[in-house]
């Protein structure tokens, strides 16, 4: 293994408010073309680690040495090789931490509420899925949730509610 820190890493959540904030950010997936095809950050360029490797000088020349490079891979493991070859020659570049498995945990918590009823969205940014929550005093209802229970057990505390029931209209 290795032992990632903010010098070399930088959260999902860190790309994603990058993103947000339209600085600038090249994010560069190093996973193969058909892992990138069929689930990608949107706005990031694909350059295999295996091109990289073995086509080293020719397929740099897509890459600035002026602007931040964020290196992603499905777990972290394939961009963080590709950090250091490409930071050993000269590159500012920091590795997703996660890879595209943390992207897939970041969420857009949005509030909806529309003639006093108080309704959170929540939006996994990697996926797209869109989930809610309705709360009235200190009761909480959530609609169609995710995986990650954690996202609205939270929330549903930062707010003093507690959560009561929860709906699927997708099965």
């Not at 609205?152 to 009561?164: L, P, V």
Request: aromatic share 8%.
């Amino acid at each position: 293994g290795f032992i990632m820190n903010s010098d070399t890493s930088i959260s999902p959540y860190d790309v994603k408010g990058k993103i947000d904030s339209g600085e600038p950010i090249f994010i560069l997936d190093v996973r193969e073309a058909d892992e990138y095809e069929n689930w990608r950050i949107s706005g990031s360029f694909n350059l295999p680690l295996s091109k990289i490797m073995n086509e080293w000088e020719g397929s740099l020349s897509v890459l600035n040495k002026d602007r931040e490079i964020v290196t992603v891979c499905l777990h972290g493991i394939r961009s963080e090789n590709a950090r250091q070859m490409l930071s050993s020659v000269g590159y500012n570049v920091r590795t997703m931490s996660g890879g595209m498995v943390a992207w897939n945990s970041v969420y857009d918590i949005i509030d909806v509420s529309h003639g006093g009823v108080n309704v959170l969205q929540f939006r996994r940014v990697g996926k797209g899925c869109i989930s809610y929550m309705l709360i009235s005093g200190n009761e909480a209802v959530v609609i169609d949730p995710n995986y990650d229970v954690n996202v609205y057990t939270d929330e549903a505390k930062k707010r003093n509610a507690e959560i009561k029931a929860v709906l699927d209209t997708h099965t």
